[in-house]
């Protein structure tokens, strides 16, 4: 815990430096504007912050044995953040259910990490949640023992932006219907700014003109994307920026220009603007309206397009969008109807980015169509042989999930299924061995298999 903010100032000791400080800044003044060198003005200043230094001493030691009182070992082991090991001053809860302080998951979800610290779970979205029964639980401690923490936005606003960066702001956003090279440097610092500071991509959700005035450029019908690929990854890649805020995702998703854009970008431009625009999607599809929005835009197609072309650095951000968004039933339809079962096998068979792709192909195994595209395009033995092969529980359970659906939807594969379990006994390796659900699976199977075979031999 940083020493300082910790515990209140003295008000008394606050107004006098704001008094010191006022009256420096016009003594200052006096001396530059003078012609002559006013001695006695500069005595007065050089007096002035002395006592501003005493003042900071003073605040420094009340500080340090306040500080010193303050026993981290003796803090519940509840009110403490897993990942600074300190007290919580503003504890929210991400997808997998567990508690962190505010700025420090958000540090690591800044820092591109998709997974619960703890539990190393994939985060089905990032919105965090206030845990009001955490933070009011603290704060009856700290209020038993003597210490007052501070104002939860005092400790997690860290970037507080002046009238300076509001007006630069505006004017990089005006620079977007100026010549060409002017568009270049504006989206270039725009996309430093917005990666850097979240307080710059909050900016963007005070108006609705700001996000179609940034992508301006890019929605103009004379905008030729392979004349200015970097200005087209700089524009979307502030985007992305944009939609890790979760304040911003419906604002976003929900601006026109946005998913079509982003459609574009999949499309067409750097491998790095491809994979930002499914970055975009995936983190925007946090919300499910915006799932909805997104699958009825088409933007399935161009998902799985891309997966099919097999670029490794895209790869990861497109099949999670692809996950998220058939998460709900309407776009499991959409992506089996576009092609993704096919694009999915060829990647399993190649054993590309298997778990992610396995567990898409899970979740579309609920759909009839996705079987018999499964069925035809040889989905059977390909899952049995990463059921011989992994030692990934997730992929055992995944794949076994899969052909159990198969197997209780298409009698012609039970000869394959039935030829595995006679020569590695696979199946009934994962009933005796796997996890619960598993075990559960594999063992429908066996009595699936077990009687056909009965019936064939009383027939």
Request: charged residues 25%; aromatic residues 6%; contains cysteine.
């Amino acid at each position: 815990m940083a020493k300082s903010g910790v515990f209140e100032r003295d008000p008394t000791t606050v107004a006098k430096a704001m008094e010191l400080k006022k009256e420096l800044q016009k003594l200052v003044k006096a001396i530059v504007d003078e012609d002559d060198v006013n001695l006695e003005a500069i005595d007065r200043a050089r007096q002035m912050l002395c006592d501003l230094k005493e003042l900071k001493l003073k605040k420094f030691v009340y500080l340090k044995l306040h500080y010193q009182r303050f026993d981290h070992g003796a803090v519940p082991e509840e009110f403490k953040c897993r990942l600074s090991k300190e007290l919580m001053r503003d504890p929210v809860i991400i997808a997998t259910g567990q508690t962190y302080d505010r700025p420090f998951i958000q540090k690591w979800l800044k820092s591109g990490n998709r997974t619960c610290p703890v539990t190393q779970q994939v985060l089905s979205h990032t919105i965090l949640t206030p845990n009001h029964l955490i933070r009011e639980m603290t704060a009856q401690w700290c209020k038993d023992h003597g210490f007052r923490l501070p104002d939860s936005v005092q400790y997690t606003n860290e970037e507080v932006l002046t009238e300076a960066d509001r007006i630069h702001f505006v004017s990089l956003l005006e620079k977007m219907s100026f010549t060409v090279p002017e568009q270049k440097e504006a989206a270039k610092e725009l996309r430093l700014l917005t990666k850097q500071m979240p307080s710059f991509r909050a900016l963007f959700g005070e108006s609705v003109d700001f996000i179609p005035q940034l992508l301006s450029p890019l929605s103009k019908s004379k905008f030729q994307t392979h004349f200015h690929l970097e200005l087209q990854e700089d524009l979307i890649t502030t985007l992305l920026n944009l939609s890790i805020h979760d304040n911003n995702k419906k604002l976003v998703a929900e601006t026109p220009v946005v998913v079509p854009l982003l459609m574009d970008a999949l499309r067409s431009g750097t491998i790095e603007t491809r994979s930002n625009a499914a970055a975009a999607l995936f983190t925007l599809s946090a919300l499910d309206s915006n799932k909805e929005l997104i699958g009825k835009s088409g933007a399935l197609k161009p998902l799985i397009d891309l997966l099919n072309e097999g670029c490794s650095l895209a790869m990861r951000d497109t099949a999670s969008a692809i996950f998220n968004l058939c998460i709900i039933h309407e776009n499991k339809l959409r992506a089996v109807r576009d092609g993704a079962v096919r694009a999915i096998l060829e990647k399993i068979k190649s054993r590309t980015h298997v778990d992610e792709l396995l567990s898409i192909l899970a979740m579309l195994s609920t759909n009839q169509k996705a079987i018999e595209d499964m069925g035809e395009l040889g989905a059977v033995p390909c899952l049995l042989s990463i059921l011989r092969e992994t030692s990934c529980g997730r992929n055992k359970e995944n794949c076994i999930a899969i052909l159990h659906t198969i197997c209780f939807s298409d009698r012609s594969k039970w000869k394959e299924i039935r030829d595995e379990e006679n020569v590695f006994g696979t199946i009934s390796q994962l009933a005796q061995n796997g996890t619960s659900r598993a075990k559960r699976k594999a063992g429908g199977i066996l009595g699936k298999l077990n009687r056909a075979v009965s019936l064939t031999h009383t027939a």
